[in-house]
């Protein structure tokens, strides 16, 4: 694969950046994933969008401008003979000397990492997922702006790494005051007598970008959709449950600490929500 490093397209061995980075050095920095479908990156512009004010709040100018990342992008998709992918943006600080005042580093780092992507396997979709709720809360929006999607990642981390030791798929994390937030890289969406409910983006989660396509078809399919608090007993007593992101788009999730979520399968509206989501990517896409 050839991976775009500050101004070039360099091999995978070459691509290798400072351990002066203050990426490397403090996670001082953002980055974004984006799906290409077919050649054509989904919501392109609401990726770059999130990116670019995931920057400003660092204080970090990215690089560029839209349409020339634009062309970047799809110039990455193309030399690596790329149709259906998934790329990963990091900008960083850039190199400096240690010390954490930004005016350390003149520029910043720019890396592009494409994989060839297309989707994940079907048995998780089929079977759905098993989560597990984190003891590490999500960092409160007072001490680190939710949007802002940064290099440093420790939390979700931690949360995915209890996850797993919980034989689970997902951690989620919860607020400093007990609501439920997110998953560790993914957001929650929780189906309760046919209305949808996820929790609002004021109790500090990342505002995914497929969260926001589910919400815009949960309106189209006329689903009532409630932007909310939500506690752990909502999640037990669910009646079904999925998470979203950009790679896995909607996973539904049958157990939640042990718990079966409704019948312990993925439920109905999962699946028609699902399937309106690839209905809406192959438009949007082209395909
Ligand atoms: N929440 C967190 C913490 C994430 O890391 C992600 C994606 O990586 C999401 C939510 C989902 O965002 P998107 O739908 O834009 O991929």
Redesign the pocket.
């Known amino acids: 694969m050839r991976i775009y490093l500050n101004h070039r397209f360099v091999a995978e061995t070459k691509a290798v950046v400072s351990v002066f980075d203050h990426g490397f050095l403090y996670g001082d920095g953002v980055f974004e994933?984006v799906r290409a479908y077919e050649g054509r990156l989904f919501r392109l512009d609401e990726?770059l969008t999130r990116l670019k004010e995931s920057a400003r709040g660092l204080n970090i100018t990215l690089p560029r401008t839209l349409p020339a990342w634009h062309r970047l992008l799809y110039q990455t998709l193309a030399i690596n003979h790329l149709k259906n992918a998934l790329v990963r943006i990091t900008v960083s600080r850039g190199t400096g000397p240690i010390g954490l005042d930004p005016a350390l580093c003149r520029k910043p780092t720019l890396v592009i990492i494409p994989r060839a992507f297309n989707g994940c396997p079907e048995t998780p979709h089929r079977k759905g997922w098993k989560v597990a709720i984190a003891s590490v809360r999500r960092t409160p929006s007072q001490a680190l702006n939710p949007r802002i999607?940064s290099m440093n990642f420790l939390n979700?981390i931690l949360a995915k790494i209890q996850a797993k030791g919980n034989h689970a798929d997902e951690g989620l994390m919860l607020s400093l005051d007990g609501y439920l937030t997110?998953?560790?890289?993914?957001?929650l969406f929780l189906i309760k007598r046919r209305r949808l409910y996820t929790p609002a983006a004021g109790l500090g989660?990342?505002e995914?970008?497929?969260?926001q396509v589910v919400i815009e078809l949960a309106k189209e399919n006329r689903i009532p959709l409630h932007e909310t608090r939500l506690r752990p007993s909502d999640l037990y007593k669910a009646d079904e449950c999925f998470l979203?992101?950009?790679?896995m788009e909607i996973m539904p999730v049958v157990k939640a600490d042990g718990m079966k979520i409704g019948d312990g399968k993925p439920g109905p509206i999962t699946r028609h929500l699902h399937e309106a989501y690839r209905a809406q990517v192959r438009f949007e896409c082209g395909i």
């Open positions: 994933t990726h999607k979700n997110e998953g560790s890289v993914s957001n989660i990342l995914g970008i497929t969260r979203t992101n950009t790679s």
